[in-house]
């Protein structure tokens, strides 16, 4: 039986027997649904062998979950996809690291605050001009767990302030740190630990929005 059904297949079929991916065929198998592949940017034709040209141009290789009837799909979308789930692993590892680093200074901090609960060597401050661990401990809750505090937020709000303050809270751990070696000139094993915790924070938080896409950085 034929008719307008039938008329609107042989339409919609290529050359070669090989149908013509529609925008929404192409959105499914990359992966990326709704407004992230506008309409507007997906111009199909075909080239003389029956297979889809994308945008103009062929895509280089089909996806590895390519179907097997011979559709393909610009390749761009996918790198975007897989780009912004980069981002969003990168951004929430660097939530994690500086939330843990925020609880651990106030705990040292308060423990310090508090008749040293810690236990650290009252030894240490001879080199240093405080008589007791009370100044210390306040110092190390206003350096590092307040800027950790505050950076972990705003990452997780996706603030436009989070770059600012990510690498300002991991320069200031890394002082810190510094600080510790060449003031008081004792060593524990938990220095070199913090010290690489500061750069991480510090590297992660450049690399994150060196890369992140300026329409994120604004929400």
Known sequence: MTGPASSADDASAAPGGRGVPSVADMAVLAGVHGPKVPSTAVRQRVA????????????REALRDDPGDGREVDMRYVAQASRQETVRVTRWSLVVVEALVALAAVYGGVGLMADNMIGMPHDWLSATPFTSWVVPGMLLVLVVAVPMTVAAVLEARRSTWAPVVSIAAGGALVAWIGVQLLVVQRYNVL???MLGIGLAVFLLAVVLHRHEPPTALRR
């Open 48 to 59: 003389g062998d029956g297979r889809p040209v994308v945008d103009g141009l062929r895509p």
């Open 191 to 193: 220095q070199p630990v």
